[in-house]
């Protein structure tokens, strides 16, 4: 098993979060792991991206290779467009929120980013903010997202629902529920629309 | 036990305090911030009661610890690579002095520049200081690294630099811990003069330092962290240093590396295995992660030994950090390609928080220095430095800690009057006090503006060492009381804001003008903590 995720977004936007989901169900599959982050002046409202790689193997990098991603997990869309050249041509999906986050002057009209997404062979284009209000709060839209990606991370539901429980354990039962049914709801939607 | 999932800055920390440190000193810096910090969370550390507090600056923390070292335990100096800089003196001097408790200064580079000035390779400190340096390549060797570098220090009575990078320091892997050492107890070193650098003791101390520059190298092919792998085909050997080794393998992906390859994870190097890894070789491949340091040396002046292939030649880019692309090129091999990045694609560049008080700060500056010219604001390091950018495009400098105040001295006495130095609460006790005084003795005429957030933002809000203290240094220094103006930096109190800095910029010398609020981000995160307390406390009650 390996697995290459480019993690995109914007400062704030709770990339690591998603990270470290990820990676203590990835721990409690016995798979090897390296995340590489990105801290200091970027998180001011910046771009921000974590390279996560997972593997049975022994890891060496803690960068993934250009055109070797198995997936780009963007919690913006613009975002998931940045580290097209990381993506693997011939498996790698896109998964993607569907919500802008607009803080440059210049943000480019949404169809045509749209649109850039869509001409690849396998990405999923998910409205976060909409399912996790329907959920109970739009803070959810990252684990939504981690839902819609959930299919394809090689990874056991049970493993990710286990990490949500211990991450936020400590914020209490409704925090733990709101994001169960988060990744419930992006993995539903996941499923819909691949099948569809 | 377990294995932790740790950056490669925790790994140090924890190895740090496995290897029975006192104090980790140091003034916050990307990428090193994450090593004290890691320290100040950790339940064990506050169990050793490990002095962990932060620094005035880089100095200071370097001092400390040679301080530390003297009295017979172990110290932690932990900066990024220019705040090597700010602590220069006290670190090439320490090499003078050597270690009596183990001394080990973590210096984290910044390659491509993801959050710095420049991106100077520290190596070449630990070169002018004659001092050993390790490099690690991974977590798990950042880890064992920090544990080896204290027991070399004491080993052989000297400091030893640790280098890291930014990808290293910023990536999370599996780190197996070893036993926890005890402290030092409190000793004196056995030779009381050994820290007194008067020339008479300072040149046999620095005989001393060259008398052990063979050890040092011999150490580096002893101690498993010069490492040289066998390969069958001798047309070509590759030298990778620190994480360029990981990069190396990456491009061979579970087959075996058919060239030899040196391993290098510390400095200087071991002369015996180069000798034996360059005897069998026709030609050599240098991958470094920063400056072409080794491979400078392996080319030598003339350059006319073996053919050698690196940064210098242009086989491996000039500038930057090294990916496992930049490093498959390098060995000739065809990379994967992506999709071409579409053009619609805009960049992001960071900027001020929503609500951040530099916003009206400058908001109020900028309508201030309408009046003169433009090319007036002189400007430092921190968050406030974003102001370069649209739409503020208040400040026309950002070079080194402190250098707004002293380069508005400087423009002053040129001519160009009045100059604003414009610097934050932090940047201001770690380096601005002492330009300062400068400008009160020159009697110029600069308007100083100290933004007052109360923390150190741009690292991620730490300890600000002149909180509650800011007025009575200024006062201190000699600026008159009448020209030492706080203002609130509020949108609603613009006007009244632009009139205060229209005033002290009329003046015809020193004044400082102080906008206070804090940062929006530590407000919002103590705002949170109060919150979760006063749910605790409510839950205890019920129960």
Same mark, same amino acid.
């Given at each position: 098993?390996?697995?290459?995720?480019?993690?995109?977004?914007?400062?704030?936007?709770?990339?690591?979060?998603?990270?470290?989901?990820?990676?203590?169900?990835?721990?409690?599959?016995?798979?090897?792991?390296?995340?590489?982050?990105?801290?200091?002046?970027?998180?001011?409202?910046?771009?921000?991206?974590?390279?996560?790689?997972?593997?049975?193997?022994?890891?060496?990098?803690?960068?993934?290779?250009?055109?070797?991603?198995?997936?780009?997990?963007?919690?913006?869309?613009?975002?998931?467009?940045?580290?097209?050249?990381?993506?693997?041509?011939?498996?790698?999906?896109?998964?993607?929120?569907?919500?802008?986050?607009?803080?440059?002057?210049?943000?480019?009209?949404?169809?045509?980013?749209?649109?850039?997404?869509?001409?690849?062979?396998?990405?999923?284009?998910?409205?976060?903010?909409?399912?996790?209000?329907?959920?109970?709060?739009?803070?959810?839209?990252?684990?939504?997202?981690?839902?819609?990606?959930?299919?394809?991370?090689?990874?056991?539901?049970?493993?990710?629902?286990?990490?949500?429980?211990?991450?936020?354990?400590?914020?209490?039962?409704?925090?733990?529920?709101?994001?169960?049914?988060?990744?419930?709801?992006?993995?539903?939607?996941?499923?819909?629309?691949?099948?569809? | 036990?377990?294995?932790?999932?740790?950056?490669?800055?925790?790994?140090?920390?924890?190895?740090?305090?496995?290897?029975?440190?006192?104090?980790?000193?140091?003034?916050?810096?990307?990428?090193?911030?994450?090593?004290?910090?890691?320290?100040?969370?950790?339940?064990?550390?506050?169990?050793?009661?490990?002095?962990?507090?932060?620094?005035?600056?880089?100095?200071?923390?370097?001092?400390?610890?040679?301080?530390?070292?003297?009295?017979?335990?172990?110290?932690?100096?932990?900066?990024?690579?220019?705040?090597?800089?700010?602590?220069?003196?006290?670190?090439?001097?320490?090499?003078?002095?050597?270690?009596?408790?183990?001394?080990?200064?973590?210096?984290?580079?910044?390659?491509?520049?993801?959050?710095?000035?420049?991106?100077?390779?520290?190596?070449?400190?630990?070169?002018?200081?004659?001092?050993?340096?390790?490099?690690?390549?991974?977590?798990?060797?950042?880890?064992?690294?920090?544990?080896?570098?204290?027991?070399?220090?004491?080993?052989?009575?000297?400091?030893?630099?640790?280098?890291?990078?930014?990808?290293?320091?910023?990536?999370?892997?599996?780190?197996?811990?070893?036993?926890?050492?005890?402290?030092?107890?409190?000793?004196?070193?056995?030779?009381?003069?050994?820290?007194?650098?008067?020339?008479?003791?300072?040149?046999?101390?620095?005989?001393?330092?060259?008398?052990?520059?063979?050890?040092?190298?011999?150490?580096?092919?002893?101690?498993?962290?010069?490492?040289?792998?066998?390969?069958?085909?001798?047309?070509?050997?590759?030298?990778?240093?620190?994480?360029?080794?990981?990069?190396?393998?990456?491009?061979?992906?579970?087959?075996?590396?058919?060239?030899?390859?040196?391993?290098?994870?510390?400095?200087?190097?071991?002369?015996?295995?180069?000798?034996?890894?360059?005897?069998?070789?026709?030609?050599?491949?240098?991958?470094?992660?920063?400056?072409?340091?080794?491979?400078?040396?392996?080319?030598?002046?003339?350059? +006319? !030994?073996? =053919?050698?292939?690196?940064? *210098?030649? /242009?086989?491996? &880019?000039?500038?930057?950090?090294?990916? $496992?692309?930049?490093?498959?090129?390098?060995?000739?091999?065809?990379?994967? +390609? !992506?999709? =071409?990045?579409?053009?619609? *694609?805009? /960049?992001?560049? &960071?900027?001020?928080?929503?609500?951040? $008080?530099?916003?009206?700060?400058?908001?109020?500056?900028?309508?201030?220095?309408?009046?003169?010219?433009?090319?007036?604001? *002189?400007?430092?390091?921190?968050?406030?430095?974003?102001?370069?950018?649209?739409?503020?495009?208040?400040?026309?400098?950002?070079?080194?800690?402190?250098?707004?105040?002293?380069?508005?001295?400087?423009?002053?006495?040129?001519?160009?009057?009045?100059?604003?130095?414009?610097?934050?609460?932090?940047?201001?006790?770690?380096?601005?006090?002492?330009?300062?005084?400068?400008?009160?003795?020159?009697?110029?005429?600069?308007?100083?503006?100290?933004?007052?957030?109360?923390?150190?933002?741009?690292?991620?809000?730490?300890?600000?060492?002149?909180?509650?203290?800011?007025?009575?240094?200024?006062?201190?220094?000699?600026?008159?009381?009448?020209?030492?103006?706080?203002?609130?930096?509020?949108?609603?109190?613009?006007?009244?804001?632009?009139?205060?800095?229209?005033?002290?910029?009329?003046?015809?010398?020193?004044?400082?003008?102080?906008?206070?609020?804090?940062?929006?981000?530590?407000?919002?995160?103590?705002?949170?903590?109060?919150?979760?307390?006063?749910?605790?406390?409510?839950?205890?009650?019920?129960?």
């Amino acid at each position: 098993m390996k697995k290459d995720i480019i993690l995109g977004g914007v400062g704030g936007q709770g990339i690591l979060t998603i990270a470290t989901v990820i990676g203590m169900a990835a721990l409690s599959e016995g798979l090897q792991l390296k995340q590489s982050e990105v801290h200091g002046m970027s998180q001011r409202g910046g771009d921000v991206q974590s390279n996560l790689r997972l593997s049975s193997d022994p890891i060496a990098s803690d960068l993934i290779p250009e055109g070797k991603a198995d997936m780009i997990l963007a919690v913006e869309p613009l975002e998931s467009l940045r580290y097209f050249n990381m993506l693997n041509r011939e498996s790698g999906w896109v998964i993607t929120s569907i919500n802008p986050f607009k803080n440059i002057p210049d943000y480019p009209p949404m169809e045509e980013v749209l649109a850039e997404i869509t001409k690849l062979p396998r990405y999923i284009i998910v409205d976060a903010d909409k399912l996790a209000q329907a959920q109970g709060s739009i803070k959810a839209a990252n684990i939504v997202v981690l839902g819609a990606a959930s299919p394809f991370l090689g990874l056991k539901y049970d493993s990710l629902e286990n990490a949500i429980r211990q991450l936020f354990g400590k914020k209490g039962d409704d925090v733990v529920e709101l994001n169960l049914k988060a990744l419930k709801a992006g993995w539903e939607f996941a499923n819909h629309k691949h099948k569809g | 036990m377990d294995k932790l999932l740790l950056l490669g800055d925790e790994a140090i920390a924890q190895g740090a305090v496995d290897a029975g440190i006192s104090g980790v000193f140091a003034y916050p810096g990307t990428p090193s911030t994450e090593i004290t910090e890691y320290i100040q969370a950790s339940k064990e550390a506050k169990e050793r009661h490990i002095v962990s507090q932060w620094s005035s600056n880089e100095k200071t923390a370097m001092e400390t610890a040679i301080g530390m070292s003297y009295a017979g335990k172990r110290a932690l100096v932990c900066m990024k690579h220019v705040g090597l800089n700010v602590a220069a003196d006290a670190f090439i001097n320490s090499a003078i002095t050597g270690a009596h408790g183990g001394l080990v200064v973590v210096s984290a580079d910044d390659p491509s520049m993801h959050s710095s000035q420049n991106e100077q390779d520290s190596r070449f400190y630990g070169k002018f200081a004659q001092i050993p340096v390790m490099e690690p390549s991974n977590q798990q060797e950042a880890y064992d690294m920090t544990r080896y570098a204290f027991e070399l220090s004491e080993r052989f009575g000297t400091p030893v630099l640790f280098r890291i990078t930014t990808r290293l320091s910023h990536s999370r892997s599996g780190v197996k811990r070893g036993d926890i050492r005890p402290q030092n107890e409190l000793s004196l070193p056995s030779d009381l003069k050994q820290f007194i650098l008067l020339p008479s003791i300072a040149r046999k101390q620095y005989g001393a330092l060259l008398g052990k520059q063979l050890a040092f190298q011999e150490e580096s092919g002893k101690s498993g962290y010069n490492v040289l792998y066998e390969g069958s085909d001798k047309s070509m050997g590759i030298v990778a240093c620190g994480i360029a080794y990981n990069y190396l393998l990456e491009n061979y992906q579970g087959r075996e590396i058919p060239y030899p390859v040196l391993k290098i994870g510390q400095y200087p190097v071991s002369r015996k295995l180069v000798r034996e890894f360059y005897d069998q070789v026709d030609s050599i491949l240098m991958l470094e992660e920063g400056y072409p340091v080794l491979e400078e040396l392996f080319r030598g002046i003339m350059d +006319e !030994g073996k =053919p050698v292939k690196g940064r *210098l030649d /242009g086989t491996v &880019p000039r500038a930057g950090e090294l990916n $496992p692309n930049i490093v498959g090129s390098a060995l000739g091999m065809e990379t994967a +390609e !992506g999709y =071409p990045l579409p053009s619609v *694609l805009r /960049g992001r560049p &960071p900027l001020l928080c929503d609500g951040c $008080p530099h916003w009206d700060s400058f908001g109020a500056l900028n309508e201030a220095m309408k009046d003169y010219g433009p090319g007036r604001v *002189l400007s430092d390091i921190g968050c406030y430095t974003l102001s370069a950018l649209k739409p503020l495009e208040s400040i026309n400098s950002c070079v080194d800690m402190g250098a707004s105040v002293t380069m508005a001295v400087g423009v002053a006495e040129a001519g160009l009057t009045p100059a604003v130095a414009v610097i934050g609460d932090s940047t201001f006790t770690h380096s601005g006090m002492t330009g300062l005084l400068d400008a009160v003795n020159r009697k110029v005429p600069i308007t100083v503006v100290v933004l007052d957030n109360s923390t150190t933002a741009m690292t991620g809000g730490q300890d600000s060492a002149g909180f509650g203290k800011l007025e009575n240094i200024i006062k201190g220094i000699g600026v008159e009381e009448e020209h030492i103006r706080i203002i609130k930096p509020l949108r609603r109190l613009h006007e009244e804001n632009v009139k205060v800095f229209k005033e002290e910029l009329a003046y015809d010398g020193v004044s400082v003008i102080i906008p206070r609020r804090e940062c929006v981000q530590t407000l919002a995160r103590r705002m949170k903590l109060k919150h979760a307390k006063k749910k605790t406390t409510k839950v205890n009650t019920v129960k």
